[in-house]
């Protein structure tokens, strides 16, 4: 009956799996250093995931020309070759403008934060490569002085939070993963101290926590408390959607849409450093 | 040439999940390509090949989300090893046999990853729509793998993927 013992089969699976699971352990706190066979991993995509970002940005640019293209043809026929030429003209130069806006919104709001904030602008070169984690990858890395458990925000409010960090790229748990917390606020009253957590879809959080008399309503904005030592106080997290009672009776939760918009975020500012006065 | 490509393809797969296919999502769900290739070597190499490319496949994985390092080696690794187990009855020059194997490995493979989620996340929200999401990632791994199966078995019959000796 215990034949299977003898097996040396038998043996390999069971002391994988079990050395497998000792390290799924190990692996599941926050660590602030990843192992050198992670870093050979992640760096080892980084340059592929920048080419291939690159490459979608180009399409992007492509398909937006073709397809303002499209719509310009049809339009007076006499000047069909002028216009043509203008438009195509006018279509770079539309999507340069929407490049320097966005860049100089990415400016002004750095700028204006500057006082508070030591900021570091990076690009979102690969997202999670499953369902299971809200995860992001960004193209700055420990050689631009990032380091694990920095904070990160774009000018709509809070990104999340760096995990780690490899040579040129680092990852970063968005607020809507299923593992994160944030201690959170209400803007205007400053009553209600909360829990902000993630739900593991895009753009959905959760306020838990929050006392059953307290008077939170439909539409007031969240913000970091700053209770934490990870997030400043005051960013913007998102804004009240819907509250409802919990079964105990003794805590209400609410559902909270996020600031940011996370299908559309390409570019993210990761807090460096604050002020916490 | 065969162990490279075999190496390259997950390493592919889990490139192009990162970033080309976060712009085509169905319902804001991503194919595991990589759970695609662990099924169709199982089913054309048996258990234990399978399960030890599925481990391997699953650390890959693992290494690069760097977050409970082995959920994915032992439930791919475990998939591959049913899905291994099932192989010897079936005909596998039939499409249906890939795609069949496919949806059942995929449901396998996220039933393992709610348990293995479940016994060992401090905190992690459970609710229906992870679920939801498996069923749509269900349906976004037997999209690919309809036309994945049809070159990766001519290919381990007869191109790169064929095994030496083999005719």
């Given at each position: 009956?215990?034949?299977?013992?003898?097996?040396?089969?038998?043996?390999t699976?069971?002391i994988t799996a079990l050395l497998l699971l000792v390290v799924m352990e190990l692996s599941s706190s926050n660590r602030q250093e990843i192992t050198i066979l992670e870093r050979f991993v992640r760096d080892s995509y980084t340059p592929l995931q920048?080419?291939?970002?690159?490459?979608?940005?180009?399409?992007?640019?492509?398909?937006?020309?073709?397809?303002?293209?499209?719509?310009?043809?049809?339009?007076?026929?006499?000047?069909?070759?002028?216009?043509?030429?203008?438009?195509?003209?006018?279509?770079?130069?539309?999507?340069?403008?929407?490049?320097?806006?966005?860049?100089?919104?990415?400016?002004?709001?750095?700028?204006?934060?500057?006082?508070?904030?030591?900021?570091?602008?990076?690009?979102?070169i690969a997202?999670s490569p499953n369902?299971?984690y809200?995860i992001?990858t960004?193209?700055?890395g420990s050689e631009?002085?990032i380091t694990g458990?920095?904070?990160?925000?774009?000018?709509?409010?809070?990104?999340?939070?760096v995990v780690s960090v490899s040579t040129n790229s680092a990852q970063i748990w968005?607020?809507?993963?299923?593992?994160?917390?944030?201690?959170?606020?209400?803007?205007?009253?400053?009553?209600?101290?909360?829990?902000?957590?993630?739900?593991?879809?895009?753009?959905?959080?959760?306020?838990?926590?929050?006392?059953?008399?307290?008077?939170?309503?439909?539409?007031?904005?969240?913000?970091?408390?700053?209770?934490?030592?990870?997030?400043?106080?005051?960013?913007?997290?998102?804004?009240?959607?819907?509250?409802?009672?919990?079964?105990?009776?003794?805590?209400?939760?609410?559902?909270?849409?996020?600031?940011?918009?996370?299908?559309?975020?390409?570019?993210?500012?990761?807090?460096?450093?604050?002020?916490?006065? | 040439?065969?162990f490279l490509?075999l190496a390259l393809l997950p390493f592919l797969a889990l490139l192009?999940q990162s970033?080309?296919?976060?712009?085509?999502?169905?319902?804001?769900?991503?194919?595991?390509?990589v759970?695609?290739?662990v099924?169709?070597?199982?089913?054309?190499?048996?258990?234990?090949?399978?399960t030890v490319y599925g481990v391997i496949c699953g650390l890959l994985e693992d290494l690069y989300i760097g977050r409970f390092i082995g959920i994915n080696s032992i439930s791919k690794g475990?998939?591959?090893?049913?899905?291994?187990?099932?192989?010897?009855?079936?005909?596998?020059?039939?499409?249906?046999?890939?795609?069949?194997?496919?949806?059942?490995?995929?449901?396998?493979?996220?039933?393992?990853?709610?348990?293995l989620?479940?016994?060992s996340?401090?905190?992690?929200?459970?609710?229906?729509?992870?679920?939801?999401?498996?069923?749509?990632?269900?349906?976004?791994?037997?999209?690919?793998?309809?036309?994945?199966?049809?070159?990766?078995?001519?290919?381990?019959?007869?191109?790169?993927?064929?095994?030496?000796?083999?005719?």
């Amino acid at each position: 009956m215990f034949d299977f013992l003898r097996k040396k089969s038998f043996w390999t699976i069971l002391i994988t799996a079990l050395l497998l699971l000792v390290v799924m352990e190990l692996s599941s706190s926050n660590r602030q250093e990843i192992t050198i066979l992670e870093r050979f991993v992640r760096d080892s995509y980084t340059p592929l995931q920048k080419g291939i970002d690159k490459l979608q940005a180009l399409n992007d640019r492509i398909n937006l020309i073709i397809a303002q293209k499209k719509n310009m043809e049809g339009q007076i026929a006499e000047l069909k070759m002028q216009n043509n030429q203008l438009s195509m003209e006018n279509q770079q130069l539309r999507e340069n403008k929407s490049e320097v806006e966005r860049l100089r919104g990415l400016l002004t709001y750095k700028q204006s934060q500057e006082h508070q904030y030591d900021l570091e602008a990076a690009r979102i070169i690969a997202r999670s490569p499953n369902n299971w984690y809200k995860i992001i990858t960004i193209d700055k890395g420990s050689e631009n002085g990032i380091t694990g458990g920095m904070p990160v925000i774009n000018p709509d409010g809070l990104v999340g939070r760096v995990v780690s960090v490899s040579t040129n790229s680092a990852q970063i748990w968005l607020i809507t993963d299923r593992e994160m917390a944030v201690g959170a606020i209400l803007q205007e009253t400053r009553e209600t101290r909360g829990i902000v957590e993630g739900m593991g879809e895009n753009g959905a959080l959760r306020m838990i926590n929050i006392p059953y008399y307290s008077q939170v309503k439909v539409g007031e904005h969240v913000v970091t408390s700053g209770l934490s030592e990870t997030y400043p106080p005051g960013i913007h997290i998102g804004s009240i959607q819907e509250v409802k009672k919990e079964s105990n009776g003794l805590v209400l939760s609410a559902t909270v849409s996020s600031a940011v918009d996370f299908n559309r975020l390409e570019e993210v500012l990761i807090i460096k450093k604050y002020n916490n006065e | 040439m065969r162990f490279l490509l075999l190496a390259l393809l997950p390493f592919l797969a889990l490139l192009l999940q990162s970033t080309i296919f976060r712009a085509i999502t169905i319902f804001g769900a991503i194919p595991d390509m990589v759970l695609v290739l662990v099924i169709f070597y199982a089913l054309l190499n048996g258990e234990r090949k399978g399960t030890v490319y599925g481990v391997i496949c699953g650390l890959l994985e693992d290494l690069y989300i760097g977050r409970f390092i082995g959920i994915n080696s032992i439930s791919k690794g475990i998939t591959a090893y049913i899905v291994g187990r099932l192989q010897g009855n079936v005909f596998k020059e039939n499409l249906f046999v890939g795609v069949i194997g496919v949806i059942a490995g995929t449901a396998l493979n996220s039933v393992l990853l709610l348990i293995l989620s479940l016994t060992s996340f401090e905190v992690f929200n459970l609710d229906i729509s992870i679920i939801i999401e498996m069923i749509y990632q269900g349906i976004y791994n037997t999209l690919i793998a309809i036309p994945m199966y049809v070159w990766y078995y001519s290919s381990s019959s007869r191109g790169l993927l064929r095994e030496a000796g083999e005719r």
